[in-house]
Nanobody, 115 residues
Framework: QLQLVESGGGLVQPGGSLRLSCAAP????????MGWYRQAPGKERELVAS???????NYADSVKGRFTITRDVDKNTVYLQMNNLKPDDTAVYYC?????????WGQGTQVTVSS
């Protein structure tokens, strides 16, 4: 299991922006698929965005055009830039690193979108 550390969550008004960060302990981006998931109260955890080691990205329909997943290889960090946030984006956001059946999770960071 990899130790992933998220940061950057918080309270933001509708229409605002946040950037989440996920720090990995080593350079894993060449062999792992990095992803961001979220889980709202009473709902199942869902995939928000992912990025393969080859650079292919995938987004949930609900965030397309608003969220962007990127990485900084030198800092061993993956980011989730979230723009035009909506109340429905309120959830705990989790970073993940997966390789085959092996999946590691971060501890989660709360994002609350409210006026």
């Amino acid at each position: 299991q990899l130790q992933l550390v998220e940061s950057g969550g918080g309270l933001v008004q509708p229409g605002g922006s946040l950037r989440l960060s996920c720090a990995a302990p080593e350079s894993i981006f060449n062999i792992y698929i990095m992803g961001w998931y979220r889980q709202a109260p009473g709902k199942e955890r869902e995939l928000v965005a992912s990025r393969t080691n080859g650079g292919t990205t995938n987004y949930a329909d609900s965030v397309k055009g608003r969220f962007t997943i990127t990485r900084d290889v030198d800092k061993n960090t993956v980011y989730l830039q979230m723009n035009n946030l909506k109340p429905d984006d309120t959830a705990v956001y989790y970073c993940s690193a997966s390789r085959g059946a092996e999946v590691s999770w971060g501890q989660g960071t709360q994002v609350t979108v409210s006026s």
